[in-house]
């Protein structure tokens, strides 16, 4: 039994002609600039030889295994995606780093010194955040492996050799571009590099922005490196999709048949349950319960010393006050969210819909290509020489609209969520039926009323999925946003990082288990939403649907 990997259409000329350019332009960089780029790469690799085998085994257990709660798993880990970096780090700070309770609890009377420090820290903090998406992108891929191919090959082979050797091969490209998308998270965030002080090429950018001009520092950065290191990752993110898109399945090859799956026997499914739960309550307890324990620490002083004891009434009143208390950071967040999610919705379905075009959709994948291979903090430096001007420049009106309103952390916040927001729904629109849209142009409608009268109907649980996934990824960015909020404001974001690093260990908790809580609430509330929805839709038709005549 042997499956080849799908047929590549790119030449091997390409692909050479990429690397050449990578090892020219590196070799071009100043030795600064090729530290912080090692660096980069070591933070990626490290992730990756983290998050990678724990995606797949996650993936491959959702999508091709039948076991009691693979459903439940799954809207756990794609709940997880939108927790943002900086409150992973909160989470696991007080189990594993300063303070921890599992460090000092290993450590006992001794002085436990912190497991999260330095490259362990931001290594383990991004794989734990890269662990659902590689998971789940994962699982999509294996859904579309043929059936047929899987049931012809269990005549020779045991259902794990079948799950192994054709399943992960046919459908390993979800899990490439997982990877991807985890190794350019790690090339251009900022929020848990800073922590840890990790010297990325991202994390020098937004700290040279915060001391002056980029490229004016004496041993900073020049200009000329700031050019080299955006290209040079954007030569490695086109060259990674070269490499990834072969193993992507088409539209032609995606299999409408019930998707196979290996119904283990009872001993076997008590073995899978157990280690699979376990390995998901190791990642997904520790940090949770730190965040408890830290929020109820109380210190008093009896004798002149003082006693740290833990208390489940002050936990409860800091996670129920903590909204109240940081009401306003939480209106701001809300409000750029809404203007960046109302952007990057209208946006991503006028680009979604043009890239159907296939002169378009090139366009968009190298358009997207760039903007995800730009550092966050570097958008945030131009959108400062964009809009800050002196007062006797003639572009100076541009600087009321930097310091008077929220324009540049919206915009920002919007341009950092497009690239997903635009592809989801870039994979709605295009699965449109041309028939319809046939009909439609037969009766006179143009592609703008073509997309506001059958497109947009046909797929609206999918443009609002986009919506809510553009409101959660604004809300949850800090990276580039953080350069550019007007005096006087100040986001959820901002304030959870501010505290992390002045070490305010319980309001850090209580706040990061408010964050918590506020996604839990809105991911039910859309599962709700959409059940409703699909309800109601469905007794629509059924009333709609003419009576059949009796003989």
Same mark, same amino acid.
């Given at each position: 039994?042997?499956?080849?990997?799908?047929?590549?259409?790119?030449?091997?000329?390409?692909?050479?002609?990429?690397?050449?350019?990578?090892?020219?332009?590196?070799?071009?960089?100043?030795?600064?600039?090729?530290?912080?780029? +090692? !660096?980069?790469?070591?933070?990626?690799?490290?992730?990756?030889?983290?998050?990678?085998?724990?995606?797949? @085994?996650?993936?491959? +257990?959702?999508?091709?295994?039948?076991?009691? #709660?693979?459903?439940?798993?799954?809207?756990?880990?794609?709940?997880?995606?939108?927790?943002?970096?900086?409150?992973?780090?909160?989470?696991? !700070?007080?189990?594993?780093?300063?303070?921890?309770?599992?460090?000092?609890?290993?450590?006992? &009377?001794?002085?436990?010194?912190?497991?999260?420090? #330095?490259?362990?820290?931001?290594?383990?903090?991004?794989?734990?955040?890269?662990?659902?998406?590689?998971?789940?992108?994962?699982?999509?891929?294996?859904?579309?492996?043929?059936?047929?191919?899987?049931? &012809?090959? @269990?005549?020779?082979?045991?259902? @794990?050799?079948?799950?192994?050797?054709? *399943?992960?091969?046919? #459908?390993?490209?979800?899990?490439?571009?997982?990877?991807?998308?985890?190794?350019?998270?790690?090339?251009?965030?900022?929020?848990?590099?800073?922590?840890?002080?990790?010297?990325?090429?991202?994390?020098?950018?937004?700290?040279?922005?915060?001391?002056?001009?980029?490229?004016?520092?004496?041993?900073?950065?020049?200009?000329?490196?700031?050019?080299?290191?955006?290209?040079?990752?954007?030569?490695?993110?086109?060259?990674?999709?070269?490499?990834?898109?072969?193993?992507?399945?088409?539209?032609?090859?995606?299999?409408?048949?019930?998707?196979?799956?290996?119904?283990?026997?009872?001993?076997?499914?008590?073995?899978?349950?157990?280690?699979?739960?376990?390995?998901?309550?190791?990642?997904?307890?520790?940090?949770?319960?730190?965040?408890?324990?830290? +929020?109820?620490?109380?210190?008093?002083?009896?004798?002149?010393?003082?006693?740290?004891?833990?208390?489940?009434?002050?936990?409860?009143?800091?996670?129920?006050?903590?909204?109240? &208390?940081?009401?306003?950071?939480?209106?701001?967040?809300?409000?750029?969210?809404?203007?960046?999610?109302?952007?990057?919705?209208?946006?991503?379905?006028?680009?979604?819909?043009?890239?159907?075009?296939?002169?378009?959709?090139?366009?968009?994948? +190298?358009?997207?290509?760039?903007?995800?291979?730009?550092?966050?903090?570097?958008?945030?430096?131009?959108?400062?020489?964009?809009? !800050?001007?002196?007062?006797?420049?003639?572009?100076?009106?541009?600087?009321? @609209?930097?310091?008077?309103?929220?324009?540049?952390?919206?915009?920002?916040?919007?341009?950092?969520?497009?690239?997903?927001?635009?592809?989801?729904?870039?994979?709605?629109?295009?699965?449109?039926?041309?028939?319809?849209?046939?009909?439609?142009?037969?009766?006179?409608?143009?592609?703008?009323?073509?997309?506001?009268?059958?497109?947009?109907?046909?797929?609206?649980?999918?443009?609002?999925?986009?919506?809510?996934?553009?409101?959660?990824?604004?809300?949850?960015?800090?990276?580039?946003?953080?350069?550019?909020?007007?005096?006087?404001?100040?986001?959820? *974001?901002?304030?959870?990082?501010?505290?992390?690093?002045?070490?305010?260990?319980?309001?850090?908790?209580?706040?990061?288990?408010?964050?918590?809580?506020?996604?839990?609430? *809105?991911?039910?509330?859309?599962?709700?939403?959409?059940?409703? *929805?699909?309800?109601?839709?469905?007794?629509?038709?059924?009333? !709609?649907?003419?009576?059949?005549?009796?003989?």
């Amino acid at each position: 039994m042997h499956v080849e990997p799908p047929p590549t259409s790119n030449s091997s000329r390409t692909t050479l002609a990429l690397l050449l350019a990578i090892a020219a332009l590196t070799l071009l960089a100043s030795s600064r600039l090729q530290s912080l780029l +090692a !660096n980069t790469a070591t933070l990626a690799l490290g992730t990756l030889a983290i998050a990678l085998p724990l995606g797949v @085994l996650f993936g491959v +257990a959702i999508a091709k295994i039948e076991f009691p #709660g693979r459903r439940l798993l799954a809207l756990l880990l794609a709940a997880l995606l939108f927790v943002p970096l900086y409150v992973q780090a909160a989470a696991w !700070n007080g189990a594993l780093g300063t303070g921890g309770w599992l460090t000092q609890w290993l450590a006992g &009377e001794t002085y436990a010194k912190p497991w999260l420090a #330095g490259w362990r820290g931001a290594i383990w903090i991004h794989a734990m955040g890269a662990v659902p998406w590689i998971a789940l992108l994962g699982a999509a891929s294996l859904r579309t492996v043929e059936r047929r191919l899987e049931e &012809e090959s @269990l005549l020779d082979a045991a259902p @794990l050799a079948v799950l192994v050797r054709v *399943s992960l091969r046919r #459908g390993a490209g979800g899990f490439w571009a997982g990877a991807l998308w985890v190794a350019i998270v790690c090339a251009t965030e900022i929020a848990v590099t800073d922590l840890f002080q990790i010297r990325t090429f991202a994390e020098e950018i937004y700290t040279e922005a915060t001391l002056g001009p980029l490229g004016a520092l004496p041993g900073g950065l020049l200009r000329t490196d700031l050019a080299l290191g955006v290209t040079i990752i954007a030569v490695i993110v086109g060259l990674a999709l070269l490499l990834t898109l072969p193993w992507l399945p088409s539209a032609a090859t995606i299999s409408v048949d019930q998707v196979w799956k290996w119904r283990p026997s009872h001993v076997e499914r008590g073995w899978i349950v157990a280690g699979v739960w376990g390995l998901a309550g190791l990642l997904l307890m520790p940090p949770l319960a730190s965040l408890v324990w830290k +929020a109820g620490i109380d210190v008093t002083q009896r004798n002149g010393a003082f006693e740290r004891s833990w208390s489940l009434t002050k936990a409860t009143t800091m996670v129920v006050h903590s909204p109240w &208390e940081h009401r306003r950071e939480w209106g701001w967040s809300l409000l750029i969210g809404l203007m960046a999610m109302g952007a990057t919705t209208l946006l991503g379905i006028l680009l979604a819909w043009q890239s159907r075009r296939p002169r378009w959709g090139r366009a968009l994948a +190298a358009a997207v290509a760039i903007a995800i291979a730009v550092p966050a903090p570097l958008w945030g430096v131009w959108a400062i020489d964009l809009l !800050n001007h002196p007062a006797d420049s003639i572009w100076s009106p541009l600087t009321f @609209l930097y310091d008077r309103t929220l324009l540049a952390p919206a915009a920002l916040q919007s341009i950092r969520a497009l690239p997903i927001v635009g592809l989801w729904l870039w994979s709605q629109l295009a699965s449109v039926p041309r028939d319809l849209l046939e009909a439609a142009r037969s009766e006179g409608a143009g592609p703008l009323t073509q997309l506001w009268r059958v497109a947009l109907p046909l797929r609206w649980t999918g443009v609002a999925a986009a919506a809510g996934v553009a409101l959660v990824l604004a809300m949850g960015e800090l990276s580039a946003s953080l350069l550019v909020l007007p005096p006087g404001v100040t986001t959820i *974001s901002v304030r959870i990082f501010q505290l992390l690093h002045y070490g305010v260990d319980d309001r850090v908790a209580a706040l990061a288990l408010s964050v918590f809580a506020a996604l839990a609430l *809105s991911v039910f509330a859309a599962m709700a939403t959409l059940a409703l *929805s699909t309800a109601a839709l469905s007794a629509l038709r059924n009333r !709609n649907r003419p009576f059949k005549q009796e003989d």
